[in-house]
T-cell receptor
Framework: KQEVTQIPAALSVPEGENLVLNCSFT??????LQWFRQDPGKGLTSLLLIQSSQREQTSGRLNASLDKSSGRSTLYIAASQPGDSATYLCAVKETSGSRLTFGEGTQLTVNP | NAGVTQTPKFQVLKTGQSMTLQCAQD?????MSWYRQDPGMGLRLIHY???????DQGEVPNGYNVSRSTTEDFPLRLLSAAPSQTSVYFC?????????????FGPGTRLTVL
């Protein structure tokens, strides 16, 4: 059974720092991996999707990398801003079917 | 487009009561799903549908029923609410099984069962 783990569970940084969020998964046979953002009391917003054949995806100040062989993905946030404060979740889709397996998320606080 | 909408936003039930959580999308997406989010458990798939008239169970289907009579709507029914069903429920949709994998989530329904 696929298990997704995100470390750390919570992170507090000053504004302007570059930071890395980690996601690991136990079964490397994945189809793709997504990073989501969840604001308090809101639904999830998809940030980046990396196909299993890709190494990374970039969107603005966000860069997500994928290393299937080691079962890891990282989300890099450059020049963090208070508006980046949210919970970030990663989810993997397995090769067969459409089921997503989610991690528990990293709660990020960027302090002004 | 309104995207994925969910009603109600908040609900309090007593044990044994039944209710239906509504979900609708206006993006003509074939694939729709229901998740519950609990502290320390992440999001877990309850039921999903790959098109009108087709539904299937997810990871935690017990105590919930779904139907998909139209492409737009995917209601989730709690037959006899239990305190263990206290959670935040999210509906999500995407184009289809073979289409882009970006999922769109609704804002959630926060359910408390007393």
């Amino acid at each position: 059974k696929q298990e997704v783990t995100q470390i750390p569970a919570a992170l507090s940084v000053p504004e302007g720092e570059n930071l890395v969020l980690n996601c690991s998964f136990t079964d490397s046979a994945i189809y793709n991996l997504q990073w989501f953002r969840q604001d308090p009391g809101k639904g999830l917003t998809s940030l980046l999707l990396i196909q299993s054949s890709q190494r990374e995806q970039t969107s603005g100040r966000l860069n997500a990398s994928l290393d299937k062989s080691s079962g890891r993905s990282t989300l890099y946030i450059a020049a963090s801003q208070p508006g980046d404060s949210a919970t970030y979740l990663c989810a993997v889709k397995e090769t067969s079917g459409s089921r997503l397996t989610f991690g528990e998320g990293t709660q990020l606080t960027v302090n002004p | 487009n309104a995207g994925v909408t969910q009603t109600p936003k908040f609900q309090v039930l007593k044990t044994g009561q039944s209710m239906t959580l509504q979900c609708a999308q206006d993006m003509n997406h074939e694939y729709m799903s229901w998740y519950r989010q609990d502290p320390g458990m992440g999001l877990r798939l309850i039921h999903y549908s790959v098109g009108a008239g087709i539904t299937d169970q997810g990871e935690v289907p017990n105590g919930y029923n779904v139907s998909r009579s139209t492409t737009e709507d995917f209601p989730l029914r709690l037959l006899s609410a239990a305190p263990s069903q206290t959670s935040v429920y999210f509906c999500a949709s995407k184009k289809g099984l073979a289409g882009p994998d970006t999922q769109y989530f609704g804002p959630g329904t926060r359910l408390t069962v007393l």
